[in-house]
Structure formats: structure tokens, C-alpha cells
């Protein structure tokens, strides 16, 4: 009896922990649909939804009415994306309290959850940070300002290939399209002799402004003067962060934005085939007032805006994100990390955020957004908000 009970009570465990696990395992995909949150909470202003929910409704704009966006397994019309900015920002408008404005989402809105980190559990996104750091610079070449910043050269061309996309490249002696220079080859071999924009004191300040994408130059004279994203090499980007871990100079959990630089600083001999290992060099313009400008165009919302792979994930939505943020005392240190819940709109990309399991927050600029982007690495769920009523416009 005891050994029959045995098997029957092993073979329940084995039916219960099959059962569990067909429960919980969700086959991988970019986007699922998702009954909507229990509470949609939001830890910053209304002010900045405000804002940044506009200079959307001012992209979808200038966006043509039939172009379509994959969100799940539907096709859906920017002129509808744009509808679905429309309404909840004319809702926000009457001031809502956060019950009523949750109650009005859970009505009108149908919830889609990125897929996450392919082969993780809980559709668990990578949740990074990025600012518009501040760089002491000169418009002329003279000790210790060395390391150009570069405009957009005349010789990088775009071209489209027999299949449709276009790629960035050059046209070489012989008049063939090729791979634009490398970073390295920009470096060593002059290529761009001319073409610099501003120097700056460090190498590696330089190359914290390629993968920001925009910062601001503090000149000599005191002025300041912001420079933004004019293009790319067109060639793949490569982590120096995961070469470090990968050559076991560093260990994963340890790789930030400070610990490079010390590492740097410490073993200089080493900066410049580091950096190099990157062969993706950014190019530079003169930026305005209004703050660094996303791939769409707008300008930036810090807290607010984020950059994911487009590609993979709709942009031109409007976006919900569940992670956490750091809180940092007077002495600019971090204390502890706490939850962060709030509205948040796809408004960049970027060559390093690619799939559906990285999302960028671009923190604006100073002190706390250079911490928070500096050492925010961690684990978070990203959903999209999209107006009931559609017209599926090519999907199943």
C-alpha cells in the first residue's frame, strides 16, 4: 500500500509539474495581448505626459494615414495610432483623478506585453539608461582639447540594394559602393581630416557621446552648445562592455559606464584598441535649443521617452513600463533602487537596443540622469496601449 501510494502521489507531482509547466510556458513571441494591468500607476508628472504625449501626436501627425504598424498579430494605421494619442490625451486634459484615468485605459484600450529576452522566463525585458552628458570642448585643436567630434562627411552616401534596404557606405577609387570606414581607420588614418565639428579632452568622453547620440559642449568662453546625432558609418555596433566580460577582464554584473572608465584610466595603454573594437562611428551636428531629438524627430521628454528596436516593437505608441529607479542622496550616491511605474512613448532607437528585450529610458540631462543612465541595468516589463475599435489592416 505504502509503495503504491508512492507511485500514485510521484505520479501526481509529475502531472501537477507538467500541468504548471504548460501553464506558465509561453511559447516566444514579440508582442502578446494581455488582459489589462491591475493599476496603472504613474510616478511622475502629469505635466511631462502632457508633453511628451504632444510632441507625439505631433510625429503621427506627418506620418501618412495608411502607413501600418505591426502590433502583435494585427496591422494597425498610424492614422489610428494617432487617435489613440488623441483620446487619452483630450481625457488627460479634463484632469482626471489616477482612478478615473485608470478606469478610462482599462475601457478603451487593448494591452500588448513585448515578448522580452528570447529563452527567459516572464517575458522579462533589459532596461537601460541613457542622458545628454555635459563635455568641456574646444572649437579649435589645441592641448588638451585633441579628440574631434565629426560633421556628417560629403563621402558617406546612402544607396538601396537589390533587396529594397538602403545601406550607408562610400564610393572607393574605382567608383564601386563600399563599407564606409571603420572606427579604427577613422582614427588612425585621418580619413576625415576637415570634417571635425569640436574637440574634446578625452577619448573616451568622445565615445560616450557616440553612444549617447547628443550631448552638450562647455567651450572655453562659457558658452554651451548642444550637438546631436548627423548619422553613422552605417557599420554594426559592438559592446565594449561585453568585450570586457567576454576576455574576462570584468565580470557581467560589474560592467558600468564608471568601471570602464576607471578601468581605463587605469591602464590607459589599453583605450584606444578598446574603443576601437567598436568599428561604428557616429557623426555630429549642432543641435538647438529644444534638447537632443529622438529617430522620430521630437525632441526628447527625460523620464519620459525611450528608445526600442522598431524593428521589432510599434513605435509611434504609447507605452507602459514596469522597473525600477534609482533613489540617490546628496552625495550622489545610490542609496537603493525602487519601483518605477510609468506612462512612456517609443520616440528613439538606436544601434545597440535591438529585439524585443531592451528598452532604453533616456533620462535628460545633470547629476541624477548621468547616475540613473550610468548604472541602470536592470530587469523590467514594457506594454503598448492601443485605442479598441481598429481595423486590422493585414493581419490574421
Known amino acids: 500500500m505504502i509503495k503504491n501510494g508512492r507511485i500514485i502521489a510521484s505520479v501526481a507531482v509529475v502531472?501537477?509539474?507538467?500541468?504548471?509547466?504548460?501553464?506558465?510556458?509561453?511559447?516566444?513571441?514579440?508582442?502578446?495581448?494581455?488582459?489589462?494591468?491591475?493599476?496603472?500607476?504613474?510616478?511622475?508628472?502629469?505635466?511631462?505626459?502632457?508633453?511628451?504625449?504632444?510632441?507625439?501626436?505631433?510625429?503621427l501627425e506627418g506620418q501618412p494615414d495608411a502607413k501600418r504598424v505591426t502590433v502583435g498579430p494585427y496591422k494597425v494605421s498610424?492614422?489610428?495610432?494617432?487617435?489613440?494619442?488623441?483620446?487619452?490625451?483630450?481625457?488627460?486634459?479634463?484632469?482626471?483623478?489616477?482612478?478615473?484615468?485608470?478606469?478610462?485605459?482599462?475601457?478603451?484600450?487593448?494591452?500588448?506585453?513585448?515578448?522580452?529576452?528570447?529563452?527567459?522566463?516572464?517575458?522579462?525585458?533589459?532596461?537601460?539608461?541613457?542622458?545628454?552628458?555635459?563635455?568641456?570642448?574646444?572649437?579649435?585643436?589645441?592641448?588638451?582639447?585633441?579628440?574631434?567630434?565629426?560633421?556628417?562627411p560629403?563621402?558617406?552616401?546612402?544607396?538601396?540594394?537589390?533587396?529594397?534596404?538602403?545601406?550607408?557606405?562610400?564610393?572607393?577609387?574605382?567608383?564601386?559602393?563600399?563599407?564606409f570606414w571603420s572606427r579604427k581607420e577613422i582614427e588612425t588614418e585621418q580619413r576625415l581630416a576637415g570634417n571635425e565639428l569640436v574637440y574634446l579632452k578625452d577619448p573616451f568622453d568622445a565615445y560616450l557621446l557616440h553612444v549617447q547620440g547628443s550631448g552638450r559642449i562647455a567651450l572655453p568662453d562659457g558658452t554651451v552648445k548642444a550637438v546631436g546625432f548627423a548619422g553613422s558609418n552605417g557599420l554594426d555596433y559592438k559592446s565594449i562592455g561585453k568585450y570586457l566580460v567576454d576576455t574576462k577582464v570584468m565580470k557581467l554584473a560589474k560592467v558600468t559606464i564608471p568601471t570602464i572608465r576607471k578601468y581605463l584610466q587605469e591602464h590607459p595603454d589599453t583605450m584606444q584598441s578598446l574603443l576601437q573594437h567598436n568599428p561604428r562611428f557616429i557623426f555630429f551636428s549642432w543641435g538647438d535649443k529644444k534638447g537632443p531629438r529622438g529617430s522620430s524627430g521630437e525632441p526628447l521628454t527625460p523620464g519620459r521617452s525611450i528608445a526600442i528596436d522598431q524593428q521589432q516593437l510599434p513605435g509611434g505608441t504609447i507605452a507602459y513600463l514596469q522597473?525600477?529607479?534609482?533613489?540617490?542622496?546628496?552625495?550622489?550616491?545610490?542609496?537603493?533602487?525602487?519601483?518605477?511605474?510609468?506612462?512612456?512613448?517609443?520616440?528613439?532607437?538606436?544601434?545597440?537596443?535591438?529585439?524585443?528585450g531592451r528598452v532604453d529610458v533616456f533620462w535628460g540631462s545633470g547629476k541624477y540622469a548621468e547616475i540613473a543612465a550610468n548604472h541602470m541595468k536592470h530587469p523590467g516589463k514594457l506594454y503598448f496601449l492601443i485605442k479598441k475599435g481598429f481595423e486590422n489592416m493585414g493581419g490574421p
Not at 527567459?120 to 525585458?125: C, F, H, L
Open 78 to 152: 498610424t492614422s489610428w495610432l494617432r487617435k489613440s494619442v488623441d483620446e487619452m490625451l483630450d481625457f488627460l486634459k479634463t484632469a482626471p483623478s489616477n482612478k478615473q484615468l485608470d478606469n478610462f485605459l482599462k475601457t478603451h484600450y487593448l494591452f500588448f506585453q513585448a515578448g522580452g529576452r528570447k529563452n527567459k522566463w516572464g517575458r522579462n525585458m533589459l532596461v537601460t539608461g541613457y542622458y545628454e552628458p555635459l563635455f568641456a570642448g574646444s572649437l579649435s585643436k589645441k592641448a588638451p582639447y585633441l579628440t574631434p567630434l565629426y560633421k556628417r
Open 323 to 356: 522597473s525600477e529607479k534609482p533613489v540617490v542622496n546628496a552625495k550622489d550616491a545610490i542609496e537603493k533602487w525602487q519601483p518605477m511605474n510609468r506612462f512612456v512613448f517609443p520616440q528613439d532607437s538606436g544601434s545597440a537596443i535591438q529585439g524585443t
Open 154 to 179: 560629403a563621402s558617406l552616401v546612402q544607396q538601396t540594394g537589390p533587396d529594397g534596404k538602403k545601406r550607408l557606405g562610400r564610393y572607393d577609387n574605382n567608383l564601386k559602393f563600399t563599407a
Open 15 to 59: 502531472l501537477l509539474t507538467t500541468a504548471a509547466l504548460l501553464y506558465f510556458y509561453d511559447p516566444y513571441k514579440p508582442l502578446h495581448q494581455v488582459p489589462p494591468l491591475a493599476t496603472l500607476t504613474d510616478d511622475l508628472d502629469r505635466a511631462s505626459l502632457i508633453q511628451v504625449m504632444q510632441r507625439q501626436q505631433h510625429y
